[in-house]
């Protein structure tokens, strides 16, 4: 048996894939695997003899029904064209966000016992005019395309799980911070970008204003709740299988207070603050906070506060 | 210029179809159009020089293309698999409810100038545990697959208006009492033929029990409400374009009791009631009553009541 990574490649997904690794065969109520199969448009980075790497087109069904092929016990569907260029290309969006992630299901589907089938969503779902604090029964009104795929990829996850094909649960994700590496392409680049780049002498840009708020989780967090939605019983999870992540909320303010805390004043005098309308845009119409009183309840963690998500980056990639 | 309307041959079209020829060129705000294109698996049965047949498979790209071809104004997308048939055969359901929708909306994308586009979508988005009067923030949570690519539908029009590709309204429609014909394969069939078949001195099973809360609709209120759903100026409808059609929120007991007055006791007692737990949980799953004060004010109206319902049935069709 094996577990399918989509986006295995990537940061999230290569920093899963050690995790599965470090956990082994059949812990804490995940399927049984013996190896896991990296799906990605670059092989895993990853040197284990128990990861192999597909390297392809998820959108593409045959090779979505080879990634996801016999002897799969669960999959865990992370890879997506990111918001940003979801924004700007709307055909590649679609086409990797949504029919990709039906080809994933598709491939699931046809497998002789349904696998478990973790899709990673997020908070870009939802948009237009917000409560303070989101409740589970917020209604979704994406302000991106990336956001509207994602929606869509909800209720296709939730379909397919309601119909047995898949064993489905869908994890809203908070923004992940802090991301090593450069930026990307998602509008949230820069929530990583203000603490990663002071902390290695350089400056970086906060486009959006200091009184956001934020919704962020830590990848160590990100990475032990993706595992625990795996590893949950579905009937725990009653029938409706979409899950907002637990995280924190803070404000770029708080997260600025906490680079100087974490790595001093110089770090934190490298923070311009020039706005971009098209990221703010984005970046505003989604939630800063969100009731986990349930995710909380079923054993989702999240961050003790921001000086532990800064530190974290700080002690595993700082200089 | 001309107005395309998909299922134009199924009832709800061709009622629209010849509501639409009543009023005119460009009649209270509808965008200018000459003629009407009904696109359908079989011809419009509106015998009017101004309307086209168009027969063929929407989920076909190029089949969509020629049916929203250059000189189209305006779109209602009607056509769907019912709810019954896609929970019965899931990929024909998602193959005309997502793929035809999305067909079509790429084919008036390809338009110079983007039309105004109708997408009918129904109380069937919604699931699980509901409050008494659904608010427009509640979120969607799907228990059939008709629902699921329903909702599915309604994020596409939404982006594809965002994106400024259409100039896109989603109506939820509630459910349309009384249908003329015969029993359908939605879920909510029985709705219509517990007034219809007694009317026609035919027995008729109510297959949900007697206080299930249902939202419907005459046909006449609805086939107005799209007409004023396209009429409308987007600026006045705002950013998110989903909208929960008003209806009357009745029991099958109180439905009865209209069918007594407006059919006499005979009538009344054709009506048997024979469980079916496949129905019950489909049409359970939907909402009974939503706030509809933005709507009211917005120009869309309902019913007076139900008789009045069953009595515009009965004067039209009622032998």
């Given amino acids: 048996m094996r577990i399918v990574i989509t986006g295995g490649a990537g940061f999230l997904g290569s920093r899963l894939t ?35 790497s597909l390297v392809g087109d998820i959108a593409d069904p045959g090779f979505a029904a080879r990634a996801v092929g016999a002897g799969t016990s669960g999959v865990f569907h992370l890879a997506a064209v990111l918001s940003g260029q979801s924004e700007e290309d709307f055909d590649l969006g679609l086409r990797v966000n949504l029919d990709g992630t039906r080809a994933l299901l598709e491939a699931a589907r046809a497998l002789p ?17 917000l409560p303070a604090v989101v409740p589970e029964t917020m209604a979704v009104m994406p ?8 929606a869509m990829g909800e209720l296709l996850v939730n379909d397919y799980a309601r119909k047995g094909f898949v064993d489905g649960r869908v994890c809203r994700l908070p923004t992940i911070v802090v991301r090593p590496g450069k930026p990307n392409s998602a509008a949230s680049s820069f929530a990583s970008g203000i603490i990663r780049e002071p902390l290695a002498g350089l400056p970086s840009n906060l486009p959006v204003p200091m009184d956001t708020r934020l919704w962020v989780s830590s990848p160590d967090a990100v990475v032990d709740n993706l595992v625990h939605a795996m590893a949950l019983e579905g009937a725990r999870l009653g029938a409706w299988r979409t899950l907002n992540l637990p995280g924190l909320c803070v404000t770029p303010a708080e997260m600025l207070d906490s680079l100087g805390r974490v790595g001093g004043p ?49 002690d595993e990639f700082g200089r």
Avoid: H, N
């Fill in 113 to 129: 016992e349904a696998p478990r089938f973790v899709f990673a969503s997020s908070v870009a779902v939802f948009g237009g005019a």
């Fill in 18 to 52: 050690r995790a599965l690794l470090a956990a082994g065969g059949a812990a804490g109520g995940l399927p049984p695997f013996e190896g896991i199969v990296s799906v990605d448009l670059a092989p895993s980075p990853v040197g284990d003899p128990r990861v192999a």
């Fill in 143 to 150: 302000a991106s395309s990336y956001g509207a795929q994602k």
């Fill in 266 to 314: 110089a770090a934190r005098a490298l923070v311009t603050r020039e706005p971009e309308p098209r990221i703010t845009g984005i970046v505003c119409s989604w939630p800063g906070d969100f009731e986990v009183g349930r995710m909380l309840g079923l054993g989702f963690r999240r961050d003790a506060d921001f000086d532990a998500v800064a530190r974290q980056y700080r």
